[in-house]
């Protein structure tokens, strides 16, 4: 029983942190990417952080984060869920979610840069649809220009892009589970790999089975779940799909 609700506590810290991550990830794109669409300079800059982020693992990101954020300016908890021992009501959330800052910024920081240049990119090709040009020759306000036609266009591209990159965002978050102690999917599967000293032999890394499988079935259904969740947005949004 202890270790069902040992695993489900697991999977609800999983898919908090990631919603959490992914959401954020699109509020801040959809937002500066929409600002930037009609400033190549910025545009690139940002491609350019696309790929300086793209190509540097989320631990680094984390470990100078922690640097930073925990260690030297003591801001934020460096690992952990909570603190100990834990608060009561109200301020147990504000703990919690003081815990999670760090690892949720760290895969914003790690992703969000590629989905503002996709934002961008696709909101310039708008730009230059034959509807959009007659509707700012008509004085339509550009905030429902922005809104009502070019974000419902956008958005199945968008969707796309966001189905393929959540299997990179899921592996980052399982290796940063681990690293900042949250309880979740990753700290599990660290947990099936056991490293023991035993005298006149070394250090023995035992792997636990019954612990690992179990895992990588739970972490694939996640997976194909939110992926699925993805493509049926994607349908709602362009019927072709459907």
Not at 6 to 30: D, E, F, K, W, Y
Not at 122 to 142: D, L
Request: glycine share 6%; with cysteine; hydrophobic share 55%.
């Amino acid at each position: 029983m202890a270790k069902n609700v040992q695993l489900g506590r697991a999977i609800l810290i999983t898919l908090g942190v990631l919603l959490a991550s992914l959401l954020l990830i699109l509020c801040i794109s959809i937002t500066v990417g929409m600002k930037i669409a009609t400033k190549s300079s910025f545009l690139n800059f940002i491609e350019s952080l696309a790929r300086f982020f793209n190509g540097i693992p989320s631990w680094w990101i984390a470990v100078l984060f922690v640097f930073l954020f925990a260690i030297k300016y003591n801001i934020f908890p460096a690992s952990g869920l909570m603190s100990m021992p834990p608060e009561d009501g109200f301020g147990l959330a504000l703990d919690i979610l003081k815990h999670l800052i760090l690892p949720i910024a760290t895969i914003v920081s790690v992703f969000v840069w590629e989905f503002i240049a996709i934002v961008a990119r696709e909101t310039q090709k708008e730009f230059g649809e034959v509807y959009i040009i007659t509707e700012i020759a008509k004085g339509v306000p550009n905030t429902v220009i922005y809104w009502k036609h070019i974000l419902k266009n956008i958005g199945i591209t968008l969707s796309s892009f966001t189905a393929q990159k959540f299997g990179e965002m899921l592996t980052d978050y399982l290796v940063l589970d681990a690293f900042f102690s949250l309880q979740g999917l990753g700290l599990l599967l660290k947990n099936s790999f056991v490293r023991e000293v035993i005298p006149n032999v070394g250090v023995v890394v035992n792997f636990r089975p019954y612990l690992f499988f179990p895992l990588t079935i739970i972490i694939a259904t996640l997976f194909f779940g939110i992926s699925l969740v993805i493509e049926l947005i994607k349908g709602t949004l362009d019927p072709r799909v459907t």
